[in-house]
């Protein structure tokens, strides 16, 4: 039986999890990585919006994976909903606010390869490629034992293991979950239009249908759907379940032929009592669950990472003390409620037959819409929370918010 101390352990090794191990040891925090090595069997793409795209910049991926990358120039809401109010069509592009593109379309299954490749040649990872069996949380240091017989012992656990996160679990952190009406048909398919970098939300009655735009003429779906339409789907063969997509698109990028290789997600939340207790820290799945809907999940994951890699440069001596985990969960709780609060919103205001809720997001949508600094801000803090507002402050009150997240 083999034994390991280190101030720090990952447990779960998603993109979460190795992005976490990656940039502590980009910050030179020697890491004890535990979980399998991710096998490339996810058909999703995520977009990755600019600010997590900045911050995963030093790990030196980004260049392999850009010719598989498509950029984000602009994001088409549309209201597909039939129902008697509707909103209008909105898009936002990122040259309104002096950026290039929103953030790029990267393939979870190659940002995975990757992220691995470059954990196994970190000389201060040690990875141990087998899933924790058992968790004890301890005064002083947290042990987790693997399913291969070793026993890691660290100050820190970081918890990256998935929405069922035995970690979460052995720390006494409750969960509030939900499973939802909705599955998401996952694919790629072609089309003989251009999709001009510009990704489509369909706002429909079982929620969003979002393309996304790949490298030339391609792009991917996340079609959400009632899970019992998305098993239909599932079954029509790929001449018919391109027609049917193209129908859903109003054919906006001409004749579609889906790829082969399609998945099903299905769709729940979860909301934890508490992001850190006991010695271990959530983060990614383990930490937030909601919908797919404007590439949040990820992207809120990946502050997660950033959260919690500030709380280990404050708390060198024991990145697990109470005070640590204290200050961590104060750091995300704001952040992962605002942005699940806003995403679940907007799906039940799509799943709901009631018209307050169907005028409710129509007039959100369109005095955001009409009014250009509110578009501005809409578009940065989906971005990244706090730089719309930043953006309208003072350069002072720009650093003092740059600082107060530091
Ligand atoms: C259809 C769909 C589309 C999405 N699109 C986007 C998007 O465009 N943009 C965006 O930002 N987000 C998106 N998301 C969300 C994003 O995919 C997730 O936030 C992200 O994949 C979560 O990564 P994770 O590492 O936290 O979890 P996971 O990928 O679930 O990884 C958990 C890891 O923990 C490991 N594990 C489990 N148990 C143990 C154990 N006992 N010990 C050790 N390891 C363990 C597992 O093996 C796994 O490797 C989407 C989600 C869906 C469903």
């Not at 409750?174 to 790629?188: I, W």
């Not at 669950?289 to 890699?309: C, K, T, Y």
């Amino acid at each position: 039986m083999g034994d390991s101390d280190r101030k720090i352990l990952v447990a779960g090794t998603g993109p979460a999890g190795l992005i976490a191990a990656l940039l502590l040891a980009h910050h030179g925090y020697p890491v004890t990585l535990a979980g399998p090595v991710p096998r490339g069997r996810d058909r999703r793409t995520v977009a990755l919006m600019r600010p997590s795209l900045e911050a995963i910049e030093p790990l030196g991926v980004l260049g392999k994976l850009l010719p598989e990358t498509a950029p984000l120039r602009a994001m088409r809401l549309v209201d597909a909903t039939g129902r008697l109010v509707r909103s209008p069509t909105v898009t936002f592009h990122a040259g309104e606010i002096g950026e290039e593109y929103f953030g790029l379309n990267i393939p979870n299954a190659r940002l995975s390869e990757e992220l691995a490749e470059a954990a196994k040649g970190s000389p201060l990872i040690e990875w141990h490629e087998s899933l924790v069996g058992a968790w004890s949380c301890e005064a002083e240091r947290v042990i987790a034992t693997l399913d291969n017989g070793e026993r890691l012992s660290a100050q820190l656990a970081i918890a990256a293991d998935g929405r069922n996160s035995p970690a979460r679990r052995a720390a006494g952190m409750s969960a509030r979950t939900r499973t939802l009406p909705q599955s998401a048909l996952v694919l790629n398919f072609k089309h003989t239009r251009e999709h001009g970098f510009v990704s489509t939300e369909f706002h429909t009655r079982s929620g969003p249908c979002t393309q996304v735009p790949l490298p030339g003429m391609r792009s991917s779906l996340v079609w959400v759907l009632r899970p019992q339409d998305a098993d239909t789907m599932n079954t029509l063969n790929d001449n018919a379940l391109s027609l049917k997509l193209e129908e859903q698109l109003s054919s906006f990028l001409g004749r579609v032929t889906v790829e082969p290789e399609r998945q099903i997600y299905p769709l729940s939340t979860l909301m934890p009592s508490r992001f850190g207790q006991n010695r271990i820290a959530l983060i990614g799945e383990a930490a937030h669950v909601f919908p797919p809907i404007s590439a949040q999940g990820l992207n809120l994951g990946i502050r997660d990472v950033e959260d919690i890699v500030a709380v280990v440069a404050a708390f060198r001596d024991d990145p697990g003390a109470p005070a640590a985990v204290t200050r961590y969960d104060a750091l995300r709780r704001p952040d992962v409620l605002a942005r699940s609060n806003s995403v679940n919103l907007l799906n039940a205001s799509l799943l709901s037959g009631l018209l307050p809720a169907q005028i409710a997001r129509s007039a959100g949508l369109g005095i955001i819409d009409s009014i250009p600094p509110l578009r501005a801000l809409f578009m940065r803090e989906g971005m990244r929370p706090g730089s719309g507002f930043s953006a309208l402050l003072p350069l002072k009150g720009k650093d003092q918010a740059a600082e107060s997240r530091s």
